[in-house]
């Protein structure tokens, strides 16, 4: 009976070696969350082969094109550091943030941890796009709090084509807190 338990133990050990080793061995996690990229994919040339090629998109009976970016994380969840976890289900992103340091109800701190978490998201392209914006662009589109989570963040990708992104929150105890953001890539129906 104790051989059997040991095998049970050393093969729940491993296997949590291997599903852990998995999900993080693709990315290269930064230190400090206060840099511009917090996680930067690894090159791997067989996981890129794999990714199905995006379809074109109609709009309006225009074609649009595949997206010009798309998530550079896995399926399924990816810990960053200090707590922060980013949920992908296909092309929707939602990056959950409610620590002591990184939630927030001032835009400022809001669009601060946008222009740090985005590139993680999407890659190097997001954060050349991100610093031809000014600061405070984003944080401007609307209140934070209350007009935010229902209409959403717009930032211009190409044409044809913006990142739409929601803040969620969550009662706090000197009001609303904004805890994570839902971002993906959509046809643009502003023109």
Same mark, same amino acid.
């Given at each position: 009976m104790g051989a059997v338990g040991a095998t049970f133990l050393v093969v729940g050990v491993l296997g949590a070696t291997v599903i852990r080793g998995k999900g993080i061995s693709h990315y290269k996690v930064i230190e400090s969350f206060s840099s511009?990229?917090?996680?930067?994919?690894?090159?791997?040339?067989?996981?890129?082969? $794999?990714?199905? $090629?995006? $379809?074109?998109?109609?709009?309006?009976?225009?074609?649009?094109?595949?997206?010009?970016?798309?998530?550079?994380?896995?399926?399924g969840e990816t810990p960053f550091q200090d707590g922060i976890i980013a949920t992908r289900q296909g092309d929707v992103v939602t990056v959950a943030?409610?620590?002591?340091?990184?939630?927030?109800?001032?835009?400022?701190?809001f669009e601060h941890f946008l222009r740090a978490s985005l590139p993680a998201v999407y890659g190097p392209s997001m954060d050349t796009l991100l610093s031809k914006l000014p600061e405070g662009s984003i944080a401007s589109q609307g209140d934070l709090l209350t007009e935010l989570p229902t209409r959403g963040v717009r930032i211009p990708v190409r044409a044809g084509w913006t990142l739409e992104l929601f803040p969620e929150t969550r009662p706090g105890q000197d009001g609303p807190l904004v805890i994570r953001y839902r971002a993906s890539i959509v046809p643009d129906t502003t023109h």
């Open positions: 511009k990229s917090v996680v930067r994919p690894v090159s791997n040339a067989k996981s890129a082969a $794999a990714k199905p $090629a995006p $379809a074109a998109v109609t709009q309006q009976g225009n074609v649009v094109g595949p997206p010009p970016l798309s998530p550079q994380l896995p399926t943030f409610d620590t002591p340091m990184t939630r927030t109800r001032r835009p400022e701190k």
